[in-house]
């Protein structure tokens, strides 16, 4: 079935490094998806989203990476903070959002 | 950004009983949606919350089990029904303001623990 997956479950980088975290998805008729970030407690909140028809979305200090090709996402943070410490989510949106596994990224100092 | 309130925020309930979650969004959506996400791991769609009709469910899930209203375009609830402990998680509920792809906000999820 269609699923949405994540390479790596947990994450850690230094403060000030860059992080890049990555996922899967199955399903190639997607055509639109979403990086949420959920601190504990919380739930999801949206960071950056990128359709199919482009390879590159940038935001602030987020850069999101579409690879059609293998069916694959990332998500980079530039000079990662301790107050990305979270976890993140990828999330194909067609009529309804399917998440995927999730990562969690820890920031020291 | 929409504010989506959840209530209640947490509850901790006698297994067999049943507990209402309630959706409120400070504007009209188009959709909804309920989450559920156990701990440690990501969240599963439970079904879309249909305005004025049934509700649409994930495999796995069924209306006997999670009955849902949505009576409007701002509000909906979730039930839990005959509840066990394995029902124990946060529930999360989503609203979805154009359906051909935009962002969807949440709201702070309710931690329903059954004992």
């Known amino acids: 079935g269609e699923s949405v997956g994540l390479h790596l479950p947990t994450l850690s980088v230094q403060e000030g490094d860059n992080s890049i975290i990555n996922c899967a998805y199955s399903?190639?008729?997607?055509?639109?998806f979403i990086w949420y970030k959920q601190e504990s407690g919380k739930g999801p909140q949206f960071i950056i989203d990128?359709?199919?028809?482009?390879d590159k979305r940038q935001g602030q200090r987020v850069t999101v990476l579409l690879n059609k090709t293998v069916k694959h996402l990332s998500l980079q943070i530039a000079a990662t903070q301790p107050g990305d410490s979270a976890v993140y989510f990828c999330?194909?949106?067609?009529?309804?959002?399917?998440f995927g596994t999730g990562t969690r990224l820890q920031v020291f100092p | 950004s929409a504010v989506i309130s959840q209530k209640p925020s947490r509850d901790i309930c006698q297994r067999g009983t049943s507990l209402t979650i309630q959706c409120q969004v400070d504007s009209q959506v188009t959709m909804m949606f309920w989450y559920r996400q156990q701990p440690g791991q990501s969240l599963t769609l439970i079904a879309t919350a249909n305005q004025g009709s049934e509700a649409t469910y994930e495999s796995g899930f069924v209306i006997d089990k999670f009955p849902i209203s949505r009576p409007n375009l701002t509000f909906s609830t979730l039930t839990v029904s005959n509840m066990s402990p394995e029902d124990s998680s946060i529930y999360l509920c989503?609203?979805?303001?154009?359906?051909?792809?935009?962002?969807?906000?949440f709201g702070q999820g309710t931690r329903l623990t059954v004992v």
């Open positions: 989503s609203a979805l303001w154009r359906k051909e792809g935009t962002e969807a906000f």
């Open positions: 990128i359709r199919s028809n482009m």
């Open positions: 399903n190639s008729a997607s055509d639109y």
């Open positions: 999330a194909e949106n067609t009529d309804k959002l399917i």
